[in-house]
C-alpha cells in the first residue's frame, strides 16, 4: 500500500460530501475551500489586512474635551454650536489658579505669615516671562484686562494701557500687596516710576489736572470706586519699607487681623465692579454663632489670562508682532508655554520644609493630561501582546512534537494583533477619531476577545469526527465550531452598536471602534487563520516538528503494535480513560465501490473501564493513535502502555473526570443555584449602592501634583462659573420685566451663590438701568440748578450732558429727536424699566460710556453695540444722533454655583436651571445656561434610561440572533437569562467597589452583554449537538467546551493584565478592575451556573449525525476458536450500547486520522476471502478512525 498524497493534492473527482443543514453546509464549504487554497488564502487576507492596518498613518486622536464629551445634535451640542456662531468662542478669558493648603491637616491659615507665603508664591507666578517668537511675553502682555476706557487724550491714554491693572482673583487684594502682583508701570517726567505699589489715581488726576482735561477720566474713576486703589489698604507687613503712609497701620506698625479683613471677600482697584466674594478665595472656613469669620484652610488665587483669539486680535498690527506673521496659532503657542511656566515656578516657590504647600493648576496643564491619557504606551502594547504570544504557544505545546501547535498560537495572536490593527485603520479611514479609551483600553481588550475563538478552532482542529477525511478536516472544523463564532461575534459587535445608543462621542467612537474590530477579527479568524490551521494539518501530516516545520519529528516512526494474543481475554487495565490501540490489520480497495476495507484479526473484546467516574453513560474513548506515539514498545508480554500522568493530564480531562461528575451531582446543582441566588441577591442590593458621576480626580493619576491640586480644589473651591444667556427671536426692549423675573428665579435656585447684601445683582440689565437712574439724577440736579436748559447742556455735568441727549431720542429714523420729552419723560420709568423706544440707543451710550460696568457685567452682547463717543462740546449737532444698537441675538447673565460636590448635585441644579429657561419660554424669552456643570454633566439626566433601553434592546436583539442560529428558542431564553443575570451582577459588584455609574461603565455594561456570550454560546451549542440524557449532554458539553472556554478566559485577562500597569487610576478602576469581573462573571455562569440549568431545564437536542456508525453491537461468528471478536463483552451494562475505538493501519508513517488512501496494489499475506461472508468488515470514505 502506498503513502497518502500530501494535504492539496486531492484525487480529481472528490468532491465533498453534502451537509444536510444549509449554514452548516456554507461553512463546511468555506472550511474546505479554505483548506484547499490555503496559501492562496494566507497571502490575499495578509495583504488585505496589512492594506487597511496602513490606515492608522491618518489616524486623528481628540483631546477636546467638548468635542469628546458633548453629544452631536444633543440640546447642549446645539447651545454651545449658538455661543460660538455668535461669539465665535465660548471663553472670554482662560483661569489659573494657586491653592494653598497647610501641610498639616485643618490647621488655620489665616495668619499673616501664612499670606506671606502665598504672597511669595503668587509674585514669583507673576512674575513668569517665556521668550517665543524672539519676543518676551510677560503677564502684563497676556493677562485680561477688564473694561479698559478709550480717553481721547493720547498721552492719559497710552499711561491706562500701560498701568491698566491685570484681573487677578486674590485674598492679597485685602492688602496693599495685592498691588506687588500688578507688572505694570508708567513713566512722567519729574516723578519715579508709576506703579500700583505707588500710585494714588487722586493724588495723580490733581497733578496731571493742569495739563490735561480729565473730568470725564476723573468721573469714570469715580464712578468705579477706585479711590486711593491699594494705597489705603493695610499692609500685610507693616515693617516693609515701602508699605505707603497711607495704610491704616503704617504708623501703628500692627499686623491686621487676617480674618477680619477677609471677611466678606475683597476688591480689585475697583470697588463697585471688581469685588472678589469670600467663596472664591478662601475654603474650609469657619464662623462663630454670630456669623464672624474664625478661621480657613486654604487660600485660593486665580490669575485671569486673555484668550488665543483676544491675544490675537489685541496684538495683530501691532509693531512687536508686525515681523512674525503674527497668528491665532501663535497666540496659543505663547499662552499655553506661560501657563506651563507659571505653573512649574509656583509649584517650586515655596522650600519642602515649608509649612504650607501650592497646587497650581492652568487650563493647559488639563490639555497636557488629556494628552498624556490618549498616548499609546507602546511598551505595554508590546508587552501585553508578548505574554498572549508566550501563553498561546506554551497552551497549544503538547508531548508529541509532531501534534503540538505552538506555532498556530503564535501565528493567531499575530493575525489577531494584525486584525485589531487593521480594524482601527479602518476607523481611521473612515474619519472615527480616537480618543483616551481607544488608545488605552481597545488594543488589549480587541486582543483578549479575538484570541478567545483562536483557542475554539485550534481545538476543534485537534477532535476531527470519527470518519472525517483529511480533505474534510478544515470544513467539519468550521462546521462544528463555525456557529459559535459567528453567534458571539454578531453579538459581540450587537453589543457594541448598542453601546453607540450612549450619548457621549467618545464612548460612541471607542463602540463603533470596538465593533469594527470585532468585525475585522471575525473576519480574519474564519477566512485567515483556517488557512493557517490548514497548513499546519499539512505539518503535522508530514510529521514535522511544530514551529521548526523543516525538520521530522523523531516520533514520526514509531508504531506500537500490540498483537491479539497479547490482549485475549483481559480487559483494559483500570484507569486508562481513553483506549486506543494499534492491531495488525490487512487494508485493500474494492475497485467497484471505492471503498477502503479494512479487516481485523480475529478474537478480542473491549471492555469499559469500572473507573468512569459517570459510569458507563459517559464512557466514549475518543483519543487517537498519537497518545500512544512517543512512547519505547514494550516488551510484548505487558497487555498495555501506561504513560505518566501529567503527560496527558489536561483541562478536557478534569472536565470529564473530576469537574462534571462532581458539578452535575443533585446536592452540587443545589449548592450551585442556591449561591448564584445569593450573588444576585446581594447584587441586586450593590445596585441600590451605585452613584453617578466620574470627577476629574478620577481621571488624573493619583499622587501627581495634578491630583493634589483637583482633590484640593473639590473639597475646598467647588465653585463654578456659569451664564445665563439670552437668545434672539425675541424684543429685548419689551420683554424687560420677563428678564428680570428669569434672573430672579435663576438667583433663587439653591445652587447658585447670592450676591453681598451691599451689592446690586452682578448682570448687564442691572448694570444698564443703574447707570440710566444716575444720569437721570445729575440731569435733575442740573436741570434744577439751570446748568441745563431746554437748549443747551454745555454748563452740566458729564452724565446730566449724557442723559440730555438721551431724553431727547425718539427711536424714529424719520424724527429722532424731539426736545419737548426732556421734562416729560424718564429713562427709567416708576416701574424700572426702560422705554422701548430708548432701548437700543441707550444701550450704544450705555457701552461706550461705562467700559468697567459693561466688563463687570461680562454680557457678551452680539451684535455688539456701535462705538459712539461723547462730546459735550459738539457745536454742529452731530453729536446729538445716537446710533440705535442693533436688536441683541445673544447675551448673558453671569452666576456662580456653589456646593456642587455629587453628581445629584449637579443634577439638581442643571434641572432647576432648565425649568427656569422653560418657565421663561412661556413669557417669550429665549434662553438657556451655559457652563461647564451643563456641559459635562447634563449627560446624568438620562444617562440611566439610556442604558436600560440599550440593554434592553440588545437583550431581545441576542434573543432573537440566537434564536434564529440555533433554530432553538428555548436555548436562546435560557442564554439570555444567564446574560442579564451577569449585567446584574456585574452593576451590583460595582456598587460594592465604589465604582460610579458614567458614561464608560455604562458602555462596559453594555457590551458585557456580547462579551458574556463568548462564556455560554460554546456550551449551549454543544448541549444543543449531543444525544442523550440531559445530564450526559451538560458533562459532554463541559468537556468539549471547558478548555477553549477557560483558555479564552484567560487569554482576555492576560489582555486585560496589561492595563492594570496604566499610570492612569482610572484605567485601573473603570476599566481593568471592571472587565476583570465581567470575564470572572463569564467563566462562573458558563462552566458552573449553564451547566446546571441545562441539566435541569436544557432543550431536547438538535443533533445530525454526520457520520455514519451502527447503533448495534456487532458480534460476527468466529470460524477459529481463538478468532477475533470485536464488539461487546457479555458482561457489558445494557446502558452501554456502543463501543467506538481508534485505529490505525500499521503502514509506515502512520497517516493522520481520517487520512485519504490510495487503493493497495499489493494483496495482504492473508486473505480476505479466508475469512466467511460474517467476518467483520469497516467500510466507508477512508479507514475507520474512532
Known amino acids: 500500500m502506498t503513502r497518502s498524497p500530501p494535504l492539496r493534492e486531492l484525487p480529481p473527482n472528490y468532491t465533498p460530501p453534502a451537509r444536510t443543514a444549509a449554514p452548516q453546509g456554507l461553512l463546511f464549504s468555506l472550511g474546505f475551500g479554505i483548506q484547499r487554497h490555503c496559501g492562496k488564502v494566507l497571502f490575499l487576507g495578509l495583504l488585505a489586512f496589512g492594506a487597511l492596518a496602513l490606515g492608522l498613518r491618518v489616524a486623528i486622536i481628540e483631546t477636546n474635551l467638548e468635542q469628546l464629551w458633548v453629544e452631536v445634535g444633543s440640546r447642549v451640542s446645539q447651545e454651545l454650536h449658538y455661543t460660538k456662531e455668535k461669539l465665535g468662542e465660548e471663553a472670554a478669558y482662560t483661569s489659573q489658579m494657586l491653592i494653598q493648603t497647610s501641610r498639616q491637616e485643618g490647621e488655620n491659615i489665616l495668619t499673616p505669615e501664612a499670606l506671606g507665603l502665598h504672597l511669595q508664591a503668587a509674585l514669583t507666578a507673576s512674575k513668569v516671562q517665556v521668550s517665543l517668537y524672539g519676543k518676551s511675553w510677560d503677564l502684563n502682555k497676556i493677562c485680561y484686562k477688564s473694561g479698559v476706557p478709550l480717553i481721547e487724550n493720547g498721552m492719559i491714554e497710552r499711561m491706562i494701557e500701560k498701568l491698566f491693572p491685570c484681573v487677578i482673583l486674590t485674598p492679597l487684594d485685602c492688602f496693599w500687596e495685592g498691588a506687588k502682583l500688578q507688572g505694570g508701570s508708567a513713566y512722567l517726567p519729574g516723578r519715579p516710576d508709576i506703579q500700583w505699589t505707588n500710585l494714588d489715581p487722586k493724588q495723580l488726576l490733581e497733578e496731571l489736572g493742569p495739563f490735561a482735561s480729565l473730568e470725564g477720566f476723573r468721573e469714570l474713576l469715580d464712578k468705579a470706586q477706585v479711590g486711593q486703589a491699594y494705597m489705603g489698604r493695610p499692609c500685610l507687613h507693616p515693617d516693609d519699607l515701602h508699605c505707603p503712609p497711607s495704610a491704616p497701620n503704617h504708623h501703628s506698625r500692627q499686623a491686621p487681623n487676617v480674618a477680619d479683613e477677609l471677611s466678606g471677600g475683597c476688591h480689585g482697584f475697583s470697588h463697585k465692579f471688581m469685588h472678589w466674594q469670600e467663596e472664591l478665595l478662601l475654603g474650609g472656613t469657619a464662623r462663630n454663632p454670630q456669623g464672624q469669620l474664625l478661621r480657613a484652610e486654604a487660600l485660593q488665587s486665580t490669575f485671569l489670562l486673555m484668550s488665543p483669539r483676544q491675544l490675537y486680535e489685541h496684538f495683530r498690527g501691532d509693531y512687536q508682532t508686525h515681523d512674525i506673521g503674527w497668528s491665532e496659532e501663535q497666540a496659543g503657542t505663547v499662552l499655553q508655554a506661560w501657563q506651563r511656566r ?85 476607523c481611521a479611514l473612515l474619519g472615527v477619531t480616537f480618543n483616551a479609551a481607544t488608545t488605552q483600553v481597545l488594543p488589549f481588550l480587541a486582543l483578549g476577545i479575538g484570541v478567545d475563538h483562536i483557542f475554539l478552532l485550534a481545538h476543534a482542529i485537534t477532535e476531527p469526527l470519527p470518519g472525517t477525511r483529511l480533505q474534510d478536516c478544515m470544513g467539519e472544523c468550521l462546521q462544528r465550531t463555525g456557529p459559535s463564532v459567528v453567534l458571539t461575534s454578531i453579538n459581540n459587535m450587537a453589543a457594541f452598536l448598542m453601546a453607540a445608543l450612549v450619548p457621549i462621542p467618545a464612548l460612541r467612537a471607542f463602540s463603533l471602534q470596538a465593533a469594527i474590530v470585532v468585525g475585522c477579527t471575525f473576519v480574519a479568524v474564519m477566512l485567515v487563520f483556517p488557512a493557517i490551521l490548514s497548513l499546519d494539518l499539512q505539518r503535522r501530516h508530514c510529521q514535522r516538528l511544530d514551529v521548526l516545520c523543516c525538520f521530522s519529528s523523531p516520533c514520526s516512526a514509531q508504531v506500537i503494535q500490540i498483537l491479539p494474543q497479547e490482549l485475549g481475554d483481559r480487559t483494559v487495565p483500570v484507569g486508562i480513560a481513553h483506549l486506543t490501540a494499534t492491531v495488525q490489520a490487512f487494508t485493500h480497495c474494492e475497485a467497484s465501490s471505492q471503498h477502503v476495507v479494512t479487516i481485523l484479526p480475529p478474537q478480542a473484546h473491549l471492555v469499559p473501564p469500572p473507573s468512569d467516574p459517570l459510569g458507563s453513560e459517559l464512557f466514549s474513548p475518543g483519543g487517537s493513535t498519537r497518545d500512544l506515539l512517543g512512547q519505547e514498545e514494550k516488551p510484548r508480554q505487558k497487555a498495555a502502555c501506561r504513560s505518566l500522568p501529567c503527560a496527558h493530564w489536561n483541562l478536557t480531562h478534569f472536565a470529564r473526570y473530576q469537574f462534571a461528575p462532581l458539578l452535575l451531582q443533585s446536592q452540587a446543582k443545589a449548592i450551585v443555584l442556591v449561591l448564584f441566588a445569593t450573588l444576585l441577591g446581594l447584587s441586586l442590593y450593590g445596585a441600590t449602592l451605585v452613584q453617578d458621576g466620574l470627577a476629574l480626580t478620577d481621571v488624573v493619576p493619583r499622587g501627581t501634583k495634578e491630583h493634589a491640586f483637583l482633590s484640593a480644589q473639590l473639597r475646598y473651591f467647588s465653585l463654578y462659573e456659569v451664564a445665563l444667556v439670552t437668545q434672539g427671536g425675541f424684543d429685548y426692549a419689551h420683554s424687560q420685566r420677563a428678564l428680570f423675573d428669569l434672573h430672579q428665579r435663576f438667583s433663587s435656585l439653591k445652587a447658585v451663590l447670592p450676591p453681598p447684601a451691599t451689592q446690586a445683582p452682578r448682570t448687564w440689565l442691572h448694570y444698564y438701568r443703574n447707570w440710566l437712574q444716575g444720569i437721570q439724577a445729575s440731569f435733575d440736579q442740573d436741570w434744577a440748578s439751570g446748568r441745563i436748559t431746554r437748549h443747551s447742556y454745555r454748563n452740566g455735568s458729564e452724565d446730566g450732558a449724557l442723559a440730555y441727549k438721551l431724553l431727547i431720542q425718539t427711536g424714529d429714523s424719520q424724527e429722532p429727536l424731539d426736545f419737548s420729552q426732556l421734562t416729560t419723560r424718564k429713562l427709567v420709568d416708576g416701574e424700572g424699566l426702560i422705554p422701548p423706544e430708548l432701548f437700543y440707543v441707550g444701550l450704544t451710550v450705555w457701552v461706550s460710556s461705562d467700559p468697567l460696568g459693561l466688563a463687570a457685567s461680562q454680557a457678551n452682547f452680539y451684535p455688539p453695540p456701535p462705538e459712539w463717543l461723547h462730546d459735550k462740546y459738539d457745536t454742529t449737532g452731530e453729536n446729538l444722533r445716537i446710533p440705535p444698537a442693533q436688536p441683541l441675538e445673544f447675551a448673558q447673565f453671569p452666576f456662580l454655583l456653589r456646593g456642587l460636590q455629587k453628581t445629584a448635585d449637579f443634577v439638581e441644579a442643571i434641572e432647576g436651571a432648565r425649568a427656569a429657561c422653560a418657565e421663561a419660554g412661556q413669557a417669550g424669552v429665549h434662553a438657556y445656561p451655559s457652563g461647564s456643570p451643563f456641559l459635562f454633566w447634563e449627560q446624568y439626566l438620562g444617562l440611566r434610561r439610556c442604558f436600560l433601553l440599550a440593554i434592553c434592546i440588545l437583550l431581545v436583539c441576542t434573543f432573537l440572533v440566537c434564536a434564529l442560529l440555533l433554530l432553538n428558542p428555548w436555548m436562546a431564553g435560557l442564554i439570555v437569562l444567564v446574560l442579564a443575570m451577569m449585567t446584574v451582577e456585574l452593576f451590583g459588584i460595582m456598587g460594592f467597589l465604589g465604582i460610579k455609574l458614567s458614561a464608560i461603565p455604562v458602555v462596559i455594561l453594555v457590551a458585557s452583554v456580547g462579551i458574556g456570550i463568548e462564556f455560554t454560546v460554546h456550551v449551549a451549542l454543544g448541549f444543543l449537538t449531543t444525544q442523550g440524557s440531559r445530564n450526559l449532554r451538560a458533562a459532554r458539553a463541559l468537556e468539549h467546551t471547558f478548555a477553549p472556554v477557560t483558555d479564552g478566559a484567560i487569554s482576555t485577562l492576560l489582555g486585560l493584565l496589561m492595563l492594570a500597569g496604566s499610570n492612569f487610576d482610572f484605567i485601573v478602576r473603570y476599566f481593568f478592575v471592571v472587565l476583570t469581573v465581567l470575564t470572572l462573571l463569564g467563566l462562573l455562569h458558563g462552566l458552573v451556573l449553564l451547566p446546571v440549568l441545562l441539566s435541569i431545564l436544557g432543550p431536547p437536542p438538535e443533533a445530525i449525525q454526520m457520520y455514519k456508525e451502527s447503533p448495534e453491537v456487532l458480534t460476527p461468528p468466529a470460524p477459529q476458536g481463538a478468532g477475533l471478536r470485536w464488539g461487546a463483552s457479555p458482561s457489558l451494562p445494557q446502558s452501554f450500547a456502543r463501543v467506538t475505538t481508534s485505529m490505525t493501519v500499521a503502514i509506515h508513517p502512520p497517516p493522520l486520522p481520517g487520512a485519504y488512501i490510495h487503493p493497495a496494489s499489493d494483496e495482504p499475506p492473508w486473505s480476505p476471502a479466508a475469512t466467511s461472508s460474517g467476518d467483520l468488515s469497516s467500510r466507508g470514505p477512508g479507514p475507520t478512525t474512532g
Open 342 to 426: 507659571f505653573v512649574q515656578l509656583a509649584q517650586e516657590a515655596l522650600p519642602e520644609n515649608a509649612s504650607q504647600q501650592i497646587h497650581a493648576f492652568s487650563s493647559t496643564t488639563l490639555d497636557d493630561i488629556l494628552h498624556a491619557f490618549s498616548e499609546v504606551s507602546a511598551a505595554r502594547v508590546v508587552g501585553g501582546y508578548l505574554l498572549m504570544l508566550v501563553y498561546a504557544c506554551v497552551t497549544m505545546l503538547r508531548w508529541d512534537c509532531a501534534q503540538s501547535q505552538g506555532a498556530v498560537g503564535l501565528a493567531g495572536v499575530l493575525l489577531v494583533a494584525l486584525a485589531v490593527a487593521s480594524g482601527l485603520g479602518l
